[in-house]
């Protein structure tokens, strides 16, 4: 049986292989549920849970029950005043705008001017909690990207195995798990 202890987080990505175990009730009983961009949780509650207390958007789009997240992190590859995102959420209180060096310097590292958001949140998030686990990162290896459907856009300019990669580093130092 899978435990995790106090102050425990999953990231939640949307690759299809969500779908291949019902770990919704797993996902929930985390202390903090990361989610991004236009995750859906609605009928398939079963397979990737309800919950969510931290969402990263790097899109103007913006769901309804953001207000009540925990946290909202924004983020592109822009300066604070150039991210639109940013611009548009700045006045909520739980947002904040993922620091532009940080974003730089993922840049820098993966030699790709455009990292998901996925990358961007774990690198974040590994400055506050020691160890975080994983689900549904599916590296784009199949048609279907997403497992809520084909029709939903994902980023174009991403180099998905330059980022498994650094994952498996991570994995390996002992700072990743996969559920």
């Not at 931290?54 to 953001?66: A, H």
Request: aromatic share 14%; net charge positive.
């Amino acid at each position: 049986m899978y435990t995790q202890g106090m102050n425990s987080i999953i990231v939640v990505g949307s690759g299809t292989s969500l779908l291949n175990k019902k770990n919704g009730k797993l996902i929930d009983s985390f202390d903090d549920v990361v989610r991004f961009n236009t995750f859906y949780t609605e009928g398939y509650e079963e397979y990737v849970g309800t919950k969510t207390t931290i969402w990263y958007n790097v899109n103007t789009y913006f769901k309804k029950e953001s207000i009540e997240y925990k946290k909202i992190y924004l983020h592109s590859w822009d300066e604070d005043d150039k991210c639109p995102v940013y611009q548009k959420y700045k006045h909520l209180k739980n947002a904040e705008k993922v620091p532009y060096k940080l974003v730089q310097k993922i840049i820098k590292d993966l030699k790709n001017p455009s990292p998901s958001t996925g990358l961007i949140a774990v690198i974040q998030l590994l400055n506050i909690y020691t160890c975080i686990t994983l689900t549904g990162f599916d590296w784009w290896d199949k048609k279907e990207h997403h497992y809520f459907g084909k029709d939903h856009f994902r980023g174009p300019n991403h180099n998905p195995q330059a980022e498994k990669q650094v994952f498996e580093e991570l994995e390996k130092e002992g700072k990743i798990k996969f559920l």
